[in-house]
């Protein structure tokens, strides 16, 4: 087993919400640390307050992961005698490394409102509001006969997907030819004499982002000292990703039961919704914490309903005019799921690169508003 290090983590946090998915106006990443640091106890909440900070120390965790930027404003100072200041300074001297992901977790496949659909019985899931589109590029390899598996094998790792397809790929036969100059190592062939191997043209679609990972693979796989491989960057887009979600529940509710079931199954003291509770209910929008933006999107795509929370007066009328119930289930309660989930699935991928670490969720973090 392996002792994994702060920038370890980040790297994991990367692979679950990619940083470039973010929001310009968002903050997030690592907040407070030092990278090199290890981190063998990991704590889980959604916000950075005095109570998470403390909770974190007391259980002698050197990385806490938050949902919401512990870091938002940029900071002229940092004093013991500002509230985010001072915090900033507990962590930094208990070695406290602080580790954000927001709007790049509310945007990721598998994030914030994937889970929050999921929770909800909110099926066939889209972006409500498309923000960016997966860069793709077409990697072509040349490979001799007989090696082209352990090559596609190395390459599919990191490779795109076409509609519900993926380890796709092209492969046809053709003749090579190099010569190995003096200092080489050729795996076929010898020193000064031009060689003709047949090969195959291995063709494989790849997600921008993975290609330096995919390239070092490809060169580990491939029996040459110097495989040939070409890049093209393709006009086709990938999977489309996006904030707030927009499905269908698998049977037709009405907003008054749709409120009833977004409270049981939240776990909520109680809900808000705006409408007629008699009107019907199955395309239901969606988006944690404070989603009001999205409103004209959920109307354009023909919502019913939009789940979220921090609704204000003047947003619930746009929303009557509009025809678009809504249902404010509070920033908390929207998005509090995340720590269960965030939690699981850091333990997941610390266990699968043999790294040795703790994963704790804060369970007792509390919404700040009291319903009576």
Not at 293 to 306: F, H, N
Request: with cysteine; charged share 25%.
């Amino acid at each position: 087993m392996i002792t994994p290090k702060v920038s370890d983590i980040v790297g994991i946090v990367n692979k679950i919400a990619p940083h470039g998915l973010a929001e310009e106006w968002d903050n997030v990443g690592l907040m407070v640390g030092d990278p090199s640091t290890p981190a063998t106890r990991i704590m889980v909440a959604l916000d950075g307050t005095p109570d998470t900070i403390d909770a974190a120390i007391a259980d002698r965790c050197q990385l806490l992961l938050t949902h919401h930027p512990f870091i938002f404003r940029p900071l002229k100072h940092i004093s013991s005698a500002d509230p985010t200041g001072r915090l900033v300074l507990k962590a930094a001297s208990h070695a406290l490394a602080v580790i954000s992901l927001h709007t790049n977790f509310d945007i990721a496949s598998g994030g914030m409102n994937d889970l929050l659909a999921e929770r909800l019985g909110v099926r066939n899931c889209r972006p409500l509001k498309v923000t960016t589109s997966e860069s793709l590029v077409k990697l072509v390899v040349f490979v001799p006969t007989g090696h082209e598996e352990q090559v596609r094998d190395a390459l599919f790792r990191f490779s795109g997907v076409v509609g519900a397809y993926s380890d796709c790929s092209f492969q046809c036969a053709g003749t090579g030819t190099f010569k190995p100059l003096a200092g080489a190592q050729p795996f076929i062939g010898q020193v000064g004499r031009r060689e003709y191997v047949e090969e195959s043209r291995v063709e494989v679609l790849l997600e921008k982002r993975n290609l330096p990972a995919a390239v070092t693979a490809l060169v580990k796989a491939h029996p040459y000292e110097e495989p040939a491989f070409d890049l093209f960057p393709l006009l086709n887009r990938g999977p489309e990703q996006g904030l707030g979600r927009i499905g269908v529940l698998a049977e037709e509710t009405t907003v008054s039961a749709f409120a009833d079931e977004v409270k049981e199954r939240l776990g909520l003291a109680g809900v808000r919704f705006v409408g007629d509770g008699a009107r019907p209910v199955r395309k239901v929008a969606l988006c944690g914490g404070s989603g009001m933006s999205l409103l004209r999107d959920a109307q354009r795509q023909g919502a019913d309903v939009l789940v979220t929370g921090d609704v204000k007066y003047h947003e619930a009328r746009d929303a009557e005019a509009l025809g678009v119930a809504l249902v404010d289930g509070g920033h908390f309660g929207t998005e509090v799921l995340m720590v269960e989930s965030v939690a699981n699935r850091m333990a997941a991928e610390l266990a699968s690169r043999r790294f040795e670490a703790e994963v704790i969720p804060f369970r007792v973090e509390r919404d700040p508003f009291t319903w009576r």
